[in-house]
């Protein structure tokens, strides 16, 4: 039984609640099944937690436009080919491995954070910091371009939905 959860599972993920929490959701099934049926069972479970995988989805990543930006911070290690992703998925799975890493960077970001959890906030809270930075920057830039094209103040109503999502 495979889980396909994802790095921001174990790690979260900038800019994406409901994606972050929903994979942490998805990392503790597995290990909820693992512990549960692991065993006895015969049922062997996997968690697999990748970081990007280059998808559709993740193809016009942008973080400063905010279009897909976690995905595109969280690419900051390399967008893996799908093909190498899912050699890597069946390696795990082949060898009976219940955390499944496509990125090998994953598991050192997880020990880090594991032996120093105050230190590892302070890195994602000033990543989170830069991130917020650049895509107010972007919306400025955005708001200006499109109050000099249209007359209308679109861009101004943009910055005041991420000023209240702050």
């Given at each position: 039984?495979?889980?396909?959860?994802s790095?921001a599972?174990?790690?979260?993920?900038?800019?994406a609640?409901?994606?972050?929490?929903?994979?942490?959701?998805?990392?503790?099934?597995?290990?909820?099944?693992?512990?549960?049926?692991?065993?006895?069972?015969?049922?062997?479970?996997?968690?697999?937690?990748?970081?990007?995988v280059?998808?559709?989805?993740?193809?016009?990543?942008?973080?400063?436009?905010?279009?897909?930006a976690?995905s595109?911070?969280?690419g900051?290690?390399?967008?893996?080919?799908?093909?190498?992703?899912?050699?890597?998925?069946?390696?795990?799975v082949?060898?009976?491995?219940?955390?499944?890493?496509?990125?090998?960077?994953?598991?050192?970001?997880?020990?880090?954070?594991?032996?120093?959890?105050?230190?590892?906030?302070?890195?994602m809270?000033?990543l989170?910091?830069?991130?917020?930075?650049?895509?107010?920057r972007?919306?400025?830039?955005?708001?200006?371009v499109?109050q000099?094209?249209?007359?209308?103040?679109?861009?101004?109503?943009?910055?005041?939905?991420?000023t209240?999502?702050?």
């Amino acid at each position: 039984f495979v889980v396909i959860a994802s790095a921001a599972g174990l790690l979260t993920q900038h800019g994406a609640f409901p994606y972050a929490v929903s994979k942490a959701a998805a990392v503790a099934v597995a290990r909820w099944l693992a512990v549960t049926y692991g065993r006895e069972s015969g049922i062997r479970i996997s968690c697999v937690c990748p970081q990007v995988v280059q998808t559709a989805m993740t193809a016009n990543a942008d973080p400063a436009r905010q279009v897909h930006a976690a995905s595109a911070l969280a690419g900051a290690d390399g967008a893996l080919h799908a093909d190498v992703a899912a050699e890597r998925i069946l390696e795990g799975v082949r060898e009976g491995r219940f955390m499944i890493y496509t990125h090998p960077s994953v598991p050192k970001y997880v020990d880090k954070m594991t032996k120093d959890p105050e230190g590892w906030l302070k890195v994602m809270q000033g990543l989170q910091v830069r991130f917020s930075a650049q895509a107010e920057r972007h919306q400025e830039d955005a708001a200006s371009v499109d109050q000099k094209t249209t007359g209308f103040g679109r861009g101004v109503q943009t910055a005041n939905v991420a000023t209240r999502l702050r």
